[in-house]
């Protein structure tokens, strides 16, 4: 059973404001995704939990005993470092028995613990080696597999697998999701790449400029953004955003996107008004799937001229020309013979988000 639970905690460094007061609890047996572009403070917030970084204010508890002024090497919790930090001189079984030799356990023991991590990971063919004879995504199993056979309470993952090509990383996440499930620890992992983040977290936690911006499950943090800031951070391509002019009249409500009125189900109105937002500044948000074409005239839908096209195999990102705006719309590959051609387009409302254009907090209008 391990909890994390940041309560307050704030750093700086200098004049820089690195986390702003961030509560989050990490439950037992949880995979956490710290998410956000460089320089946002996941690092630092990890290596706070991990010893590594001292913190100006708030409290760390493991387990709910506060860990401000626990060293280290004592918190028991495994830091694996992008850099893999392998010692170059040591073979791998020797790299992984290390942290096992340093608290003096049998040589029976360190060998049971051993083949039995490296089985996990398939790397029992590699224990005799170098690090210098690895490949990046060796090196890194091996870095996991030495902060496992301590069974450390959790185990915190520093962009682990950013440092590899495309191909191995993605391999590698499949392998660390399997790793996940067969040994529960609970984890912490810094990534900027949403792709991971989505494939592997419980809970994704998007953090911006040292704020958290949204806790939630992938399915939450891409289908309910919380703001403008983590509408566009997760989702690829990222979502459209528009000032969006609100018209009501007799025959319903519109939405105006680049001087073009899209139709909208009568209920947006009453939701403005519960939310208080008749008289805002308010912008459109709609993920590329959530623009919907017609080859024909179709009831709620307005013509609109293709522009660039990116076919991607499974599925084309069609750019349209919206007035004196481009919405991009995710469709069937082919679907849009060629850029300048003339289709129908509407925007599906179950899938719209109106956020406030000056905070850029979601109104949470759900159609
Ligand atoms: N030791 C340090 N001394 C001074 N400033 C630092 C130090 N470590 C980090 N910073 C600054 O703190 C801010 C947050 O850094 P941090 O490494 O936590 O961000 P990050 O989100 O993990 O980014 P990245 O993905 O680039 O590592 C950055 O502005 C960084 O330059």
Redesign the pocket.
């Known amino acids: 059973m391990t909890e994390i639970q940041l309560s307050n905690i704030d750093k700086h ?2 004049p ?1 404001h ?1 986390i702003r007061e961030i509560n989050l609890t990490v439950k037992d047996r949880e995979f956490v995704v710290l998410l ?10 990890l290596r706070a939990i991990a010893g590594l970084e001292d913190i100006d204010s708030g409290d760390i508890l493991i387990d709910g005993k506060p860990v401000q002024n626990v060293h280290a090497s004592e918190r028991d919790v495994a830091f694996v470092f992008q850099n893999y930090a392998l010692y170059p001189h040591l073979t791998v079984y020797e790299n992984m028995a290390f942290p096992l030799r340093a608290v003096r356990q049998s040589r029976e023991e360190i060998d049971r613990t051993v083949q039995s991590v490296a089985t996990s990971l398939g790397i029992t063919g590699l224990l005799k080696r170098r690090p210098s004879a690895l490949s990046g995504g060796d090196m890194q199993r091996v870095a996991i597999g030495r902060s496992l056979v301590r069974r450390p309470k959790a185990i915190l993952l520093d ?1 682990p697998i950013g440092s590899l090509d495309a191909k191995l990383r993605e391999t590698m996440r499949v392998e660390l999701k399997r790793l996940h499930i067969e040994n529960g620890s609970t984890s912490i992992y ?1 990534t ?1 790449d949403q792709v991971e983040a989505m494939s592997l977290a419980d809970r994704i936690v998007v ?1 911006h400029e040292g704020l958290l911006q949204q806790v939630g499950t992938p399915d939450e943090v891409y289908r309910y953004p919380a703001n403008m800031f983590v509408a566009q951070f997760v989702g690829s391509p990222v979502m459209n955003l528009a000032d969006a002019a609100i018209s009501e009249g007799a025959d319903g409500v519109s939405v105006g996107l680049g001087g073009v009125n899209f139709a909208f189900p009568a209920a947006l109105s009453g939701e403005l008004t519960k939310a208080g937002a008749q008289q805002r500044k308010l912008k459109l948000g709609v993920r590329p799937e959530g623009v919907l074409l017609s080859h024909e005239p179709r009831e709620g839908y307005v013509a609109v001229t293709s522009g660039i096209i990116e076919p991607l195999g499974s599925h084309d990102i069609v750019d349209l020309k919206v007035g004196d705006i481009v919405l991009r719309s995710r469709t069937k590959s082919g679907f849009v013979a060629g850029p300048g051609d003339q289709v129908w387009a509407r925007i599906d409302p179950a899938q719209a988000h109106f956020f406030d254009t000056t905070s850029g907090i979601s109104l949470g209008i759900r159609l």
């Open positions: 460094f200098g820089v690195v956000g572009p460089s320089g946002c403070g996941k690092t630092t917030t962009e810094v900027h953090m």
